[in-house]
């Protein structure tokens, strides 16, 4: 559907390139993209800007070497969020989040519409790759585009395969999956899985 | 399949224009629509009528409001009536039923093919959004087509979503459900998932 | 996949006409269909005989109103057989087995190599539309194709709701339940279903 | 995505051909295929070896009948292997691995990048047909790739048809399951599966 939005910090600093509201992701093109500054004023592009945009600006604002940052709304972590268990590493997928966990926003399960709301997403964040926001979805951040898109489908794919499982009884152990995150979860490999998908959207 | 109808107010009056029986909802065109009468008469159009179309005459007698309904069955909303547990705001879209609640119709779970059967369902319903119809399906209603299916579906998005969830834990304040509820399902928002819809078909 | 298979009485009572084995269900024409005697010999056609002919000899033999059975797999009827819990009627699928439930066939898990398993099979079936085979799959028999087919559709999707709802509280009356067989599922609405799907497969 | 891998022996005795790393399955031509010695040189064809070349060369190492063995991550399998339960026969495909049941592989969690983590794997492996690699995936091994790829698919398959069944009331005994094993999957009955889906790629 229309809601979910990436953004791209300005490479010149003067905000966030932003998916216009109204579109589908996939419907998307150079057209369908607004540049945002730091307060929110539409300074370049066409389309209107999403109402949440406070989430892109507050985290690259915190996170200097954050370039990319994505929010949706996956129905599987919707679930998960509510039963208010940690994320368990069963499978490679979870263990991308074995270093920061994956915290939970806890100052709003409404839109994120006002800078203080923003920086307070920030700072649940913190040096995390994802975030989970209870009744509302996710946010994920990267050095850049790949690692942003990256992280968003394994924190969706890890909670569907733990709500498959339920009572989880066997897991790696602490010291194992910050082993495992340094080795699958290597750049190259988010950079493979990444151009694998450029690949198949262009067929 | 070829269950499930949509009713749109006739625009002067007469009744409801319906889809036809025996065709699925992809297959419609203006040539598998009738116009039915308050009291079930055929006066327009081609095909045959539904056996239920008293769901349709009988929530439009009784709001005026509302131009637009909808009836499905959906294996997730079943699964999710056959628990009796009320439905949890643990995501947008469940959120769009805080104010009114999701009601459940008790007088048959058997076909409603009478107008006593129709008007019990109106007054289940109420003012809300969708009526849970247990062993059954829903119905949906709101002021434009637009609005009925987006409720439609959001009901079946959020039923499938608890059902995924199981003991939910984690929820959204009453007080702020309704926050959320005004601003994440504001006319303009409904409209704007019901377009993308619409885009999409049409690709 | 390749197994599972579909058989049609023969008109002038040779014995059945089935699909041949080695093929999956959408690669059939009529060059893969073969006629098997009551008493296993391929009298026409070309291909290779199911090994499981008699699931639909001996309920053909057992039932003189039967004219067509489906014999398949579906994992959501293996999760359900499983669990040893009645088919409920949580929804208008499953109360198409109001009248006569849903038997367990008892004599093997293993296929239904022989005729006197294929008699045990039609022991079991009864005067039933359908037949769990626990740890194996499903049969469905009846006066047409149309019948058949649907019943094995509505079995499938009628575990599928009742293994996601789990722990069912709410359900119909079992004299509500039988007055909905004969409404909901009239000859005309099979027939209905039916001819939706042949328009869809010659899209 | 582009993670898991197929490994054919060579004919010649000097390796395994694996397909090469960066890919996924679907984009595999003859031109992405490396032969990977023993010892994890390359010895032939274009691309990256994946590091877990050890997966493959080991096993086939100590399994002289195998010939093709195929390493995947399916969500099914990670879920189910971290209930700690053994799988039941509740289906056909379980039934596959009636004989040598489907062990775990203990030495690691992490990716298998050495010939000692290869050799425990192998030994874990022992004779069956496919090995749960708990919190990463499965591996499966055949006497050609036809068997490799139906075990990995039947293992994906019981998985979820056991996680879709939850409590487990019914099951085939294990002298029937036995039995079945060696109907059911009787070489010709593999072949045909295989078969089916080469048809359906070819389409």
Known sequence: MVWGHLAVRDPDGRGVWMKASGWGFEEITRD????VSWDGDVLA????????YPIHTEIMRARPEVTA???????TVNAFSALDIPLRPI??????????GVPRYRATAN?????ELGRALADDLGPAHACLMPQHGLVAAGVDV??????????????ATQLAAGDVKVLTSDEEA??????????????????????RLSD
Chains 1, 2, 3, 4 share one sequence.
Request: proline share 1%; charged share 20%.
């Open 111 to 115: 839109l994120v519409r006002t800078a």
């Open 32 to 35: 369908q993209i607004v540049l």
């Open 69 to 75: 940052s994505l929010h949706t709304h996956p129905d």
């Open 91 to 100: 499978s490679h997928d979870a263990t991308a989040f074995a270093e920061h």
């Open 178 to 199: 910050l082993e495992k995150a340094a080795l699958v979860w290597a750049d190259a490999q988010i950079e493979a899985g990444w151009q694998y998908w450029v690949r």
């Open 45 to 52: 592009g066409n389309g209107k800007r999403h109402l949440e």
């Open 146 to 159: 790949a690692h942003a898109v990256m992280y968003a489908v394994l924190l969706q794919r890890a909670c």
